[in-house]
């Protein structure tokens, strides 16, 4: 992708110009004109009669993963906040898509980009970050990725973006075609427009605070789960409703689980948490991937195996009604890791006995013989 041709810079100027910012704001607008809404799938499963599931494709968006609307959002209020101005490094602490998708917004505009990343991350995204001109610095302690990508933007003189502080701030969760409104605008048409439930995992925690608050303002019924992982802060805070638990270990799954309750996590607005084992989030992306015939991300199987758990308590209940989840990325960017059988049993992971209850449940409607962990918001009610 070539950048832009922005006015040249006259280094007898002050280094901030408001036309550079205001055409980078407009190149970055540009993208978003040019770039369709994504696809919302319905899922055919003719064993769950009366209960609509609905996958919402973020995968299609130009950096492959939902995370392309979180880093528009960050670019532009960093833009218009002062944080960015013309040459000024921006430097992210990433698992890996946001820095993708930054990495890409950081070309479109013409500045230097840092990713800071566990070096666990996949070889793939690795690959898409430098192929958008991104520099990848990896660290072996997760845990030292805050402070890490902070001292790397003090030494550059550059901006530390922090998605997990800015997330659900940059994003206007009252409309301007956010991923909640884009949902009911999509669903509008079908025979439950309104969704008993929006399953959401968290990362930053921005995009379910996004969704959460989007369904109080516009006063829908819908309520919203967060599912997470194993290894992660995000359900203990929930739990607890203290912010202050920690992780020691880093999150096997990509995207989503935090050694800390992030900033941008809003427990508030959560209807009710699930925890789902790692083998039984890979499990649930095989069996996917399977009916959807092509692969899907490990989140998306975390996901997609909340999902499942609502729509059987749905049926054992005898109610009807639809079901709404995300599809966050390709399973492309996970060849070498969660579709490699030997980094599997590496690991200790056996998704083997969750596919069959997973696959049994879609085929006959039987209930899902799967226990996680489970707690509702009592402020919700």
Known sequence: MQPLPFRPHDPATPAYR???????????????CRTADTHLIRLFVPAL?????YLKDESTHPTGSLKHRLARSLFLYALCNGH?????????????????????????????????????????????????????????????????????????????????TFAERATDWR?????????????KGERRPLPDW?????GTGGTSATIGRYLRYRQYPTRLCVADVENSAFFDCFRSQD????????????????????????????????????????????VLSRRLRRAVGGSTGTNFLALCRLAS????????????????????????????????????????????????????????????EDVVNPQSA
């Open 18 to 32: 408001r036309g550079w910012v205001d055409e980078a704001v407009a190149a970055i607008e540009a993208d978003q």
């Open 198 to 202: 929006i399953v959401m995992g968290a």
């Open 313 to 372: 308590e749905m049926l054992k209940a005898n109610t009807t009604g639809s079901l709404v989840t995300l599809i966050c990325d390709s399973g492309e960017r996970y060849r070498q890791t969660y579709y490699e059988p030997a980094w599997l049993a590496a690991r200790g992971l056996d998704p083997a006995p969750f596919e069959a209850a997973l696959a049994s449940f879609l085929d006959t409607g039987q209930p899902l013989a799967l226990t996680v």
């Open 243 to 286: 912010r202050s638990h920690v992780c020691e270990r880093p999150s096997l799954i990509e995207g989503v689980g935090r050694p800390r309750c992030e900033p941008s996590f809003v427990p508030g607005v959560v209807d009710r948490m699930m925890k789902i084992p790692d083998a039984a989030t890979i499990a649930a992306m095989n």
């Open 49 to 53: 009669s009366g209960i609509d599931l």
């Open 175 to 187: 409309g301007n075609n956010n991923i909640a409104e884009s949902i009911f605008a999509q669903l």
């Open 84 to 164: 960015i101005r013309e040459g000024t490094p921006v430097v992210e602490a990433s698992s890996g898509s946001t820095a993708v998708s930054e990495a890409y917004f950081a070309e479109m505009i013409g500045v230097p980009f840092y990713a800071v990343m566990p070096r666990t991350t996949s070889a793939e995204k690795i690959a898409a970050i430098k192929h958008y001109g991104g520099n990848c610095h990896l660290i072996d302690d997760g845990r030292a990725l805050y402070a890490e990508a902070a001292t790397l933007a003090a030494r550059l003189g550059g901006h530390y973006m922090d998605q997990f």
